[in-house]
């Protein structure tokens, strides 16, 4: 059986939860899966894929996910890697700050060159006061929780298509 690491950072438990999913998928199509925090992790190599995922904070991945790329850089570069972002305004806010957070994964992409990438609408605690909410153009009466579990189950099945080649 196949070894995948699921490598997260999270301060609010929503992109654990969709590592969790993940992993779920991954036991169906018969992967044995670890589900760690980055700060949990001192090596990568007995893994036959990695997946690192993290939220997406001030328009960037997070700098621990990129410093975990890189900490495993000469593994991850030998093993099948792949990385996931988690941003809330990623579908939600005005076309300037989608487009960065569409780019928070460049970082990492020039670090260890990934098999897929994935992007995921992510949560809040509660709706965005209004200062902010005209600041990033997120339309009053926007959900808090945006995560659609149908495109993570969707990008999860097509990651497997390119992991069990």
């Avoid at 044995?32 to 980055?38: F, G, P, R």
């Avoid at 904070?57 to 990129?66: D, G, I, L, S, T």
């Avoid at 970082?107 to 260890?112: D, E, L, P, R, W």
Wanted: glycine share 4%; with cysteine.
């Amino acid at each position: 059986m196949k070894k995948l690491l699921i490598a997260y950072y999270t301060e609010t438990n929503t992109t654990k939860e969709i590592a969790e999913a993940i992993g779920r998928i991954a036991a169906e199509k018969e992967w044995e899966c670890d589900i760690k925090a980055l700060s949990d992790i001192s090596s990568v190599k007995a893994y036959d894929a990695v997946l690192v995922g993290a939220p997406v904070h001030a328009m960037r991945w997070v700098p621990e996910a990129n410093a975990f790329v890189e900490k495993h850089r000469e593994t991850l570069q030998k093993t099948p890697t792949a990385y996931y972002a988690v941003a809330y305004l990623l579908n939600c806010s005005r076309p300037f700050f989608q487009k960065l957070i569409r780019k928070s994964l460049d970082k990492a992409c020039g670090i260890v060159t990934p098999v897929k990438t994935g992007m995921f609408d992510g949560r809040v605690e509660s709706e965005f006061p209004a200062f902010p909410r005209w600041i990033f153009g997120v339309k009053p009466g926007t959900a808090p929780d945006l995560r659609d579990w149908e495109a993570v189950e969707k990008w999860t099945k097509a990651l497997f298509d390119i992991l069990d080649k």
